[in-house]
Structures are given as structure tokens and as C-alpha cells.
């Protein structure tokens, strides 16, 4: 069964900075983008970003919001993705999820972490 | 940035009646492919989001029959035949059309 899990939530101060892992397991990880949304507590999902597989030249992509200050990466002889976040302002407080779509073609994302919260604040 | 728009923002529904939910885009999403790229999204009370429709009318693997996608260009609807009390929850559509996914404000689906 696929699995996705985040770690490296928690409290840092307003332009700290943060790393934020998910891993996978249960399916090709290499030949699937992988997506961040994040979630401020009782408010809608935001995109935060992407990145591309192997073959798609690793391409990232960004919400206007982080831009600049988050950076996406990943490491597929471990299955992890990271979402490196820089300069927190108070609003990047959120529960993170990673996520993807399975298989070879779209069906939506069908994958989704369980999340895990960031806190930035003095 | 395209930017989708839910309504109603609140939905009580009665066990066994049906139920939709509206979304419309700043732009069309529908593709030169002849696909429509807007995705359905169920996440209930404590759970991380699941996908309940993709492309506009692609029901999901293990999604019941009771929901649907329905709609073109600017214009969606996911609707549920009979509602049932494990469908209560805050339902988002999302385009996928653009790089930079956009999501709706999100609809809160309660029981009566």
C-alpha cells in the first residue's frame, strides 16, 4: 500500500528557517511529481509547490506566496522529497501535506501524507 | 493565477436527499485534449484531503457511484445522488490547468 509521511514540523521564529521531509513508499516514487499543500488551521488548502521527475529535468514549481523563499528537492535513491522553507513569515503557519497521483497517467492526487505542522512565531 | 470560485460555502443536507456544489474558474479549463482539468476533493474532520473526481468527470478508484462531476469550460458541479452521514466534510475543487494549482474556498457539507 502506498504511504506518504512528513517530518520536520514545528515551532521556529519569524526568518528561520525549516526543512520539511516525505517520505514514500509503496509505489515508483521516481516517476512521480511531487506536490506540497499546506493548510492553515480552519482555512482552505493552498498549492505551495513542485517538482518534476529524473526525465522532466527535476522541474520546480511555485505558489507567488513562497516563491523565492521555499525550495523543493528531492532524492530518489531515498524516496524522500523535501520542501525547504526560508525567511517564515507568521502567515507560513500551516499543516504541510506532501502529495502525488499514482500510476502513469493523472487521477488526480490520489496520495496525500498525513501532515505535519509548522508554527512561526516569536 | 486562475482563481476558482465554490458556492454555496455552507451545505446542510438531509441523510438520503441529494446535494451539489458548485465551482466556477476565472478561466476555462477545458484543454485543446478535450479535457476539462479540474479535480474534486472530500477532506473530512481530522483526515488529509482524498481525491473523489478528476478531470471534471473521472470518478475516483473506490469512490462511490453517488458522487459525480459534471460541467465545462467555467462551470462545475459535483453532485451527490443520496447523501450519507460519512460524506460530511469540506469539498474543494481545484484546476489543474495551470502550473501553479489553484484551489476553491472550499464548501463545509453538514448534516441536518
Known amino acids: 500500500e502506498a504511504q506518504l509521511v512528513e517530518s520536520g514540523g514545528g515551532l521556529v521564529q519569524p526568518g528561520g528557517s525549516l526543512k520539511l521531509s516525505c517520505a514514500a513508499s509503496g509505489f515508483t516514487f521516481s516517476g512521480a511529481a511531487m506536490h506540497w499543500v499546506r493548510q492553515a488551521s480552519g482555512k482552505g488548502l493552498e498549492w505551495v509547490g513542485r517538482i518534476r521527475t529524473k526525465p522532466n529535468s527535476y522541474a520546480t514549481a511555485y505558489a507567488a506566496s513562497v516563491k523565492g523563499r521555499f525550495t523543493i528537492s528531492r532524492d530518489d535513491s531515498k524516496d524522500t522529497a523535501y520542501l525547504q522553507m526560508s525567511s517564515l513569515k507568521i502567515e507560513d503557519t500551516a499543516v504541510y501535506y506532501c502529495?502525488?497521483?499514482?500510476?502513469?497517467?493523472?487521477?488526480?492526487?490520489?496520495?496525500w501524507g498525513q501532515g505535519t505542522l509548522v508554527t512561526v512565531s516569536s | 493565477d486562475i482563481v476558482m470560485t465554490q458556492s454555496p460555502l455552507s451545505l446542510p443536507v438531509t441523510p438520503g436527499e441529494p446535494a451539489s456544489i458548485s465551482c466556477r474558474s476565472s478561466?476555462?479549463?477545458?484543454?485543446?485534449?478535450?479535457?476539462?482539468?479540474l479535480d474534486w476533493y472530500l477532506q473530512k474532520p481530522g483526515q488529509s484531503p482524498q481525491v473523489l473526481i478528476y478531470m471534471g468527470s473521472n470518478r475516483a478508484s473506490g469512490v462511490p457511484d453517488r458522487f459525480s462531476g459534471s460541467g465545462s469550460g467555467t462551470d462545475f458541479t459535483l453532485k451527490i445522488s443520496r447523501v450519507e452521514a460519512e460524506d460530511v466534510g469540506v469539498y474543494y475543487c481545484m484546476q489543474v490547468l495551470q502550473t501553479e494549482r489553484t484551489f476553491g474556498q472550499g464548501t463545509k457539507v453538514e448534516i441536518k
Open positions: 502529495t502525488t497521483t499514482s500510476g502513469d497517467y493523472y487521477v488526480g492526487f490520489d496520495y
Open positions: 478561466q476555462s479549463l477545458l484543454h485543446r485534449d478535450g479535457h476539462n482539468y
